[in-house]
């Protein structure tokens, strides 16, 4: 899907970003701003220094054992198989456990999607996980274990092969590297913005109808809110009334509504739903707890 300038980014966030549009699963047209090349590369060396620190901590595990009369060529073979497995199961388990997040990922406020909306599969994360041994790891091991001297024409395509496979990410608009465009994903921005008050306070003015329990208000967190926040405050089209009353029967759906909405209720029942899930979240922060979205704790 085509990408446009983010100009909410270049308001809240003083900085200029493009956006990729996504359908959510409530069926609502998204515009999320596209992780720039440099906090990928932030978070991805967040990520190696974590995951050397395991590597180095599982070698000395290993050398221990070396030392203990174990054979040299099975500790050998460990050290190789458990580098392996670490360098994978790295991202494999973090980006299926955290909903497309590794460490490094939620350090830098990023998070890999589907690139055409719903939810993220594990296919895709380990298709993107496999893609980046060949990427970036196995070349650079061959690289580092060349013997000096050992074929100038090796060296340079084996360099020539790191350098552009790590320079795809420039050269297209969603800064897809080739996990990305085998996997069907894409990397995401997701800094915290403050939701605006002058919603909540028409909203609260008029007078609530419906009321929610706290276990209903847990379900969503601040990302499905602010997406709330963007269908409410659209023009009342057809199109846009259509939308609003998919998204009113999703989320009642999701939150186990007992209460029947009327036709033509749709737009207050949101309204209802979105300014008690606004204060829901409000009171949270005061007791240090920030819901990020849906998926977090």
Not at 57 to 76: E, P, Q, R
Not at 101 to 107: L, V
Not at 154 to 171: E, I, V
Not at 177 to 182: K, N, P, S, V
Request: hydrophobic fraction near 45%; charged fraction near 20%.
């Amino acid at each position: 899907m085509p990408d446009t300038p983010d100009r909410v980014g270049r308001l809240v966030d003083g900085i200029s970003r493009k956006t990729w549009t996504v359908v959510s699963p409530e069926g609502v047209a998204l515009e999320v701003p596209i992780a720039s090349k440099g906090e990928r590369l932030a978070a991805f060396m967040i990520d190696i220094a974590l995951m050397t620190a395991a590597l180095v901590m599982t070698v000395i595990l290993l050398v221990i054992l070396i030392f203990s009369n174990a054979s040299m060529s099975v500790s050998l073979t460990l050290i190789l198989f458990l580098s392996f497995a670490i360098r994978n199961m790295y991202f494999i388990h973090f980006e299926l456990a955290w909903q497309g997040r590794t460490p490094g990922k939620k350090i830098c406020s990023l998070r890999v999607i589907n690139r055409a909306g719903g939810e993220l599969s594990p296919s895709a994360v380990i298709a993107r996980s496999l893609t980046r041994e060949v990427e970036f790891f196995l070349p650079l091991s061959v690289f580092l274990t060349l013997e000096p001297g050992g074929g100038a024409w090796r060296q340079l395509t084996l360099l020539g092969w790191a350098c552009a496979l790590t320079a795809l990410p420039c050269f297209n608009r969603g800064h897809l590297r080739a996990g990305d465009l085998i996997g069907g994903t894409i990397v995401i921005s997701m800094p915290k913005r403050v939701l605006r008050a002058d919603l909540t306070e028409k909203i609260q003015a008029s007078g609530g109808i419906y009321s929610f329990s706290q276990r209903q208000l847990s379900i969503y967190g601040a990302f499905e809110l602010q997406v709330l926040e963007e269908l409410l405050r659209r023009p009342q089209t057809g199109e846009n009334d259509r939308i609003l009353g998919s998204a009113c029967e999703k989320i009642s759906r999701k939150i186990g509504m007992d209460q029947e909405i009327p036709p033509g209720e749709d737009r207050r029942f949101l309204e209802d739903f979105y300014a008690a899930e606004r204060e829901a979240l409000e009171r949270g922060q005061l007791f240090g707890h920030y819901k990020a979205d849906k998926t977090a704790d």
